[in-house]
């Protein structure tokens, strides 16, 4: 299994995490790569990063919107 901001989604061989994304946007508030942070196994990664990442079994994944301060 994997979890994305608490969802758990079928793992399978090969999946990317913008495949996963696309997956959970159907049913979910939408996430996206760009203008979060994104957090994968308590390591927070880099949008471009997150692009090319391929999952695992059991990986933990969050997306946070980026706040801007003023």
């Not at 994997?2 to 090969?14: A, Q, V």
């Not at 994304?21 to 049913?27: G, K, L, P, S, T």
């Not at 203008?35 to 059991?58: D, H």
Request: negative net charge.
């Amino acid at each position: 299994m994997i979890y994305l901001n608490g969802t758990m989604f079928e793992y399978r061989p090969g999946m990317s995490l913008p495949e996963l994304v696309e997956i959970y946007n159907i049913d979910n508030p939408i996430i996206a790569i760009d203008g979060f942070m994104i957090v994968v196994n308590e390591i927070a990664i880099t949008a471009s990063q997150a692009r090319a990442l391929l999952l695992q079994e059991n990986d933990k994944i969050f997306f946070a919107p980026m706040l801007t301060g003023g």
